[in-house]
Nanobody
Framework: QVQLVESGGGLVQAGGSLRLSCAVSGRTLSRQAMGWFRQAPGKEREFVATIIWNGGSTYYADSGKGRFTISKDNGKNLMYLQMNSLKPEDTAVYYC????????????????????WGQGTQVTVSS
């Protein structure tokens, strides 16, 4: 089974940067979708970005385009979310998630398409 552990969250001023990491353990990933989601208090879980482990295709929510970059290091079994130009509205608990790759318009943006989740890491952006 795939297991995920996030790290790298913290407190940062608006305009600053953070890099989140997701350590992946368990079976070797193949045809695997790895995503970042975030959830603020009182809000639904929101898609941030996804990378397909085998192939490297990436997908971004409009909210992070141009500011966030998702990447992976196969040798270290790590997935990253580099977040630049952070805004207060980026404040949330960020989760990494894993699921089997699917097909269809925006399938990757649905939390229900992922069945393994990390514990989350808090990102707080002050104004």
């Amino acid at each position: 089974q795939v297991q995920l552990v996030e790290s790298g969250g913290g407190l940062v001023q608006a305009g600053g940067s953070l890099r989140l990491s997701c350590a992946v353990s368990g079976r070797t990933l193949s045809r695997q979708a790895m995503g970042w989601f975030r959830q603020a208090p009182g809000k639904e879980r929101e898609f941030v970005a996804t990378i397909i482990w085998n192939g490297g295709s990436t997908y971004y929510a409009d909210s992070g385009k141009g500011r966030f970059t998702i990447s992976k290091d196969n040798g270290k079994n790590l997935m990253y979310l580099q977040m630049n130009s952070l805004k207060p509205e980026d404040t949330a608990v960020y989760y990494c998630a894993a699921g089997n790759q699917r097909y269809g318009i925006s399938w990757y943006s649905r939390p229900g398409m992922y069945d393994v989740w990390g514990q989350g890491t808090q990102v707080t952006v002050s104004s």
